[in-house]
């Protein structure tokens, strides 16, 4: 069957792939032209079903867009092989999501990425991800469509539309590039180290298919409720996330975290209640109204709530499935103080070095490092994005900042320590 070519744009041609044979050719015809740099993006189906699906893998290899319709190929040896080879460059806007789920849909590790995202932060020195129109209007000059509404559509219906064919092809079109224009304000540059560092061990974190209900150390402000109210808050949790599966409905159609913190935190006693409070949250939403019984049991109850998954279940939400290390426990009891300590240090440390918070750990990493002996820090912490002859400086400085609440790390010091490093690793 010949590739059925939808369209031509000024810059690439747009093929819809829909069998395995086709889209091994065709990877197979790249490899021999020597591509050494493909943009992806991929569509899943995570706003309308609980378990996510991806829907689309769109690859983009410069003079040519595949559109890939995984719901018929999955992800055959071919395209795993392409995405786990490291001598090829794979580009990706905001890939935290799209890693994740190509681990859990297809176990695959894809291997040497760059983030276009990360990139255009730390070019900026920016804790905020832009929109992939603006990042393109800035480093290419040129607008495109910035529109949402194909984004939000339901990807797992078929035949696609017209706007979604476009969106899923512009959202790889300029990926490579904006690489090939953000790569040059990065060079010589202990940054870029930085961030090749995190996305060298995003790819290999150890994903593993268990629910882990330390990662609602994830919401906001959590240090702020008592244990009582952080096991009403786990058991709520969990009730949600057992609802939805039932129906087969996003987590987020129930309610988000914020209720349910703010639930937790309430000193209620009834159902009517409970029911009062999601009134006055705006979140009484149908999907609510079926599982009240079950949420009231879950806030007034005395033990732990039973999780309902089966492997290899995949929610809405990254904080029902998070990358755990092995030698963490289950059950920890972070020290709230050393919480507050840690990030301030990390606030510091990120406006001194113009660095991006996920390069020293998200807020659940944090939780786990507050519940562990000092003394053991220098074995266990590890920051994802620092380089590792930067890794003990930082260490240890974290440490004396527990007694002076001020680091001693200065930009003039971490430069230098890259400059030798680059001087080393050049002889």
């Not at 983030?115 to 920016?126: E, F």
Request: glycine content about 2%.
């Amino acid at each position: 069957m010949e590739d059925e070519v939808i369209f031509i744009s000024e810059k690439s041609q747009v093929k819809f792939i829909t069998s395995v044979q086709e889209l091994t050719d065709n990877i197979s015809r790249m490899l021999e032209n020597g591509i050494t740099e493909i943009g992806i993006d991929l569509e899943s189906n995570s706003l309308y079903r609980y378990k996510h699906e991806i829907c689309l893998l769109q690859i983009s290899i410069g003079n040519e867009i595949w559109l890939i319709d995984t719901l018929i190929t999955k992800c055959p040896p071919a395209i795993k092989k392409l995405l786990e080879d490291p001598s090829i460059t794979k580009i990706f806007q905001d890939m935290q999501y799209d890693l994740a789920l190509l681990h859990y849909n297809h176990g695959c590790y894809p291997k040497n990425v760059f983030d276009i995202s990360l990139g255009d932060r730390l070019v900026r020195k920016s804790n905020n991800n832009r929109k992939l129109a603006k990042i393109a209007n800035d480093y290419l000059h040129f607008e495109i469509d910035a529109s949402t509404k194909s984004q939000k559509s339901n990807w797992g219906n078929r035949p696609l539309s017209e706007e979604q064919i476009q969106y899923a092809s512009d959202d790889v079109r300029y990926l490579i590039d904006i690489y090939k224009a953000i790569s040059p304000e990065l060079e010589n540059d202990y940054r870029y180290d930085c961030m090749i560092e995190y996305m060298k061990n995003y790819n290999v974190k150890d994903y593993r298919r268990k629910y882990n209900i330390n990662s609602m150390w994830k919401i906001k402000y959590i240090e702020e409720l008592n244990q009582d109210q952080l096991f009403r808050l786990q058991n709520l949790l969990i009730t949600r996330n057992n609802l939805a599966k039932r129906s087969n409905r996003p987590i987020f159609w129930f309610c988000n975290d914020r209720v349910l913190r703010d639930l937790a935190k309430s000193d209620l006693d009834s159902e009517d209640q409970i029911r009062k409070f999601f009134v006055k949250e705006k979140s009484l939403n149908r999907f609510v109204q079926r599982g009240i019984k079950d949420i009231v049991k879950a806030y007034l109850n005395k033990r732990p709530v039973d999780v309902h998954l089966d492997e290899p279940e995949f929610g809405v939400s990254l904080r029902t499935w998070v990358p755990i290390e092995d030698n963490h426990n289950i059950n920890y009891h972070p020290n709230p103080t050393i919480i507050l300590v840690i990030k301030e240090w990390q606030n510091q440390i990120i406006n001194i070095l113009g660095i991006l918070p996920e390069f020293l750990r998200e807020r659940g990493e944090i939780a786990y490092y507050a519940s562990i002996p000092i003394d053991e820090w220098k074995q266990n912490i590890k920051f994802p994005g620092i380089p590792k002859y930067m890794h003990l400086m930082l260490i240890e400085d974290l440490i004396q900042f527990l007694e002076t609440q001020q680091s001693k790390i200065t930009l003039e010091v971490f430069f230098n320590t890259y400059k030798q490093s680059n001087s080393n690793s050049t002889l």
